[in-house]
């Protein structure tokens, strides 16, 4: 193999080349620059459902287009579940179960999940995000989650339940949520991340998300 910072002929079938090669018939490519290439279509073949309660943000179409430019950006297909793609029912009851069911075709056209696990509307993570993650376990399909809190679980459960609520257990393992979220996002090899400054974010945040798109990047790349 070529070393790092070496040229080698521009013609097909060399090592390290691609397709790409055609274009230079009588120059000389950069082994790093074919190889950043080889990396890119590699792991563009995978296609990430962007779980979480983000759908019901206000701006919730343009913060979308704004995770799929990420996930784009490394190499991923970043499949957001928009509620305004759900077609035109007539009814409340024919709009949920048109929801429901495009939600249930995107998740089986993608490759992983990546879950926003921020807690919404409670101690723990949207109860519909956690569905969809149940759903990708049971599929045997990578789970990617993150949290814009660094708070524990343990925490956020003391604080909702109250003084009045002594007598219940609650899980005292300090994880970022349940411990079957947690479980369930592990089973891949990677944790929930977290802002690593220990500072809490809204649930629009997206700088961990872009750290936990680069993980599940790194991890398609490992599997090509």
């Given at each position: 193999m070529?070393?790092?910072?070496?040229?080698v002929?521009?013609?097909r079938?060399?090592?390290?080349?691609?397709?790409?090669?055609?274009?230079?018939?009588?120059?000389?490519v950069?082994l790093?620059?074919?190889?950043s290439i080889?990396?890119?279509?590699l792991v563009?073949?995978?296609t990430?459902?962007?779980?979480?309660?983000?759908?019901?943000?206000p701006n919730?179409v343009?913060h979308?287009?704004?995770?799929?430019?990420?996930?784009?950006r490394?190499?991923?297909?970043?499949l957001?579940p928009?509620n305004?793609e759900a077609?035109t029912a007539?009814t409340?009851l024919?709009?949920?179960?048109a929801?429901?069911?495009?939600d249930i075709?995107?998740?089986?056209?993608?490759?992983?999940?990546?879950?926003?696990?921020?807690?919404?509307?409670?101690?723990s993570?949207?109860?519909?995000?956690?569905?969809e993650?149940?759903?990708?376990?049971?599929?045997g399909k990578?789970i990617?989650g993150?949290s814009n809190?660094?708070e524990n679980?343990e925490?956020?459960m003391?604080?909702?339940?109250g003084?009045?609520?002594t007598d219940?257990d609650i899980?005292?393992?300090h994880?970022?949520?349940?411990l079957?979220i947690?479980?369930?996002v592990a089973?891949?090899?990677?944790?929930i991340?977290?802002?690593t400054?220990?500072?809490?974010r809204?649930?629009?945040?997206l700088?961990?998300f872009?750290?936990?798109?680069?993980?599940?990047?790194?991890?398609f790349?490992?599997?090509a």
């Amino acid at each position: 193999m070529e070393p790092l910072g070496r040229t080698v002929p521009g013609r097909r079938g060399s090592v390290g080349l691609c397709q790409h090669d055609a274009c230079y018939p009588n120059r000389l490519v950069p082994l790093m620059f074919v190889r950043s290439i080889h990396l890119v279509r590699l792991v563009m073949t995978a296609t990430a459902y962007l779980a979480g309660p983000d759908v019901f943000l206000p701006n919730a179409v343009a913060h979308a287009a704004t995770k799929v430019e990420i996930c784009r950006r490394a190499g991923l297909r970043g499949l957001p579940p928009l509620n305004d793609e759900a077609g035109t029912a007539v009814t409340e009851l024919e709009l949920w179960r048109a929801i429901y069911e495009k939600d249930i075709a995107m998740m089986e056209k993608s490759d992983l999940i990546i879950a926003n696990l921020t807690p919404f509307g409670g101690a723990s993570a949207d109860s519909g995000t956690l569905i969809e993650v149940g759903w990708f376990l049971g599929r045997g399909k990578p789970i990617f989650g993150y949290s814009n809190t660094p708070e524990n679980f343990e925490s956020r459960m003391r604080r909702q339940l109250g003084a009045t609520q002594t007598d219940f257990d609650i899980e005292g393992f300090h994880l970022p949520d349940n411990l079957m979220i947690v479980g369930a996002v592990a089973s891949g090899g990677y944790p929930i991340f977290l802002p690593t400054d220990g500072k809490a974010r809204g649930l629009d945040a997206l700088d961990v998300f872009e750290t936990c798109v680069e993980a599940a990047a790194r991890y398609f790349a490992g599997q090509a």
